[in-house]
């Protein structure tokens, strides 16, 4: 069967690697913006049956509609199977009501998405109380890879003096252990207090951090306080230099630079959002998870 990716012009550069890696045909989605904020969506005039749809949910509330407007043109076009390449999905940190009246997000957005596409392909969604994304997407397959192998392979390459792999807190066990499996690095996780969304305190495990070479791993970086707390708790306990690998770089203005003046000397993300801290790409593992769905 062939099959064709759409992608929107924001990911063309990682949606040309997948490209690639598969060896299938590609088309631009265009976008017209109007003065009133409404969006218009212009796809290719023919689809096949089978169509992949690229588009990392960073910023969501300005990209859901028109993805809406997609995968809905895509069917009337002639597509019968849709499949949604998100590396990074939106709205998945709310699992929970944790008081009267809020709404759960993960649940309205795994409908919503069910709804528009018949498979759905991410790369380490933000699972917390909810432990498997076929739980999110009650009506479509799901596949939920991770980042690890190539986030390990990166550092086997960049760092032969074994760091110490190093989580903010105890949510991000998952994401480090995998990779410190697989590096045969020592880690560790710290454990973190919110005061709010911009202040945080960081207590770091009971590990010697004496001249230690240390990577923080995180799976998600926004406002960017929580890694800049962690560097400098990091480098006031003897740390001799501290890096940090992300999976998905959400870089709020302002983001970056506080991470560099805390102290953190290199930062490097994967490709799931685009960024120029960009240098580990999802290519590979996202074109194994398609050959599942496709």
């Not at 498997?132 to 991770?146: H, Q, R």
Request: hydrophobic residues 45%; contains cysteine; proline residues 5%.
């Amino acid at each position: 069967m062939n099959h064709l990716l759409l992608y929107f012009l924001e990911a063309e550069a990682p949606a040309k690697r997948l490209v690639h890696a598969l060896d299938v045909e590609a088309a631009p989605i265009e976008i017209h913006h109007f003065p009133d904020g409404e969006s218009l969506v212009t796809l290719p005039e023919t689809m096949p049956e089978s169509v992949l749809i690229y588009q990392s949910l960073n910023r969501p509330n300005e990209k859901l509609v028109e993805l809406l407007l997609a995968a809905e043109g895509a069917r009337k076009l002639g597509a019968r199977k849709i499949v949604f390449i998100a590396p990074y999905l939106a709205y998945m940190r709310q699992d929970k009501a944790f008081c009267p009246g809020q709404v759960v997000s993960q649940e309205v957005m795994g409908h919503f998405l069910s709804g528009l596409f018949d498979a759905i392909l991410t790369v380490d969604a933000h699972l917390h109380r909810v432990r498997d994304i076929e739980s999110v997407f009650p009506d479509s397959k799901a596949i939920n890879l991770t980042s690890a192998e190539l986030t390990a392979e990166f550092i086997k390459e960049n760092y032969p003096a074994d760091p110490l792999l190093l989580g903010p807190d105890e949510e991000s066990l998952q994401w480090v252990k995998k990779i410190a499996d697989l590096t045969g690095c020592d880690y560790g996780t710290g454990k973190k207090v919110r005061f709010g969304d911009m202040q945080v305190k960081i207590e770091l495990p009971s590990i010697s951090l004496g001249n230690k070479d240390v990577i923080l791993i995180d799976d998600m970086v926004s406002t960017g306080y929580t890694l800049a707390t962690a560097a400098q708790c990091l480098r006031d306990n003897g740390a001799r230099s501290v890096d940090c690998i992300i999976t998905h770089p959400l870089f709020t203005r302002g983001a970056l630079t506080l991470l560099r003046k805390s102290g953190i000397r290199r930062v490097v993300s994967t490709d799931t959002v685009v960024h120029s801290t960009n240098r580990i790409f999802m290519a590979p593992i996202l074109a194994s998870g398609l050959a599942e769905l496709l």
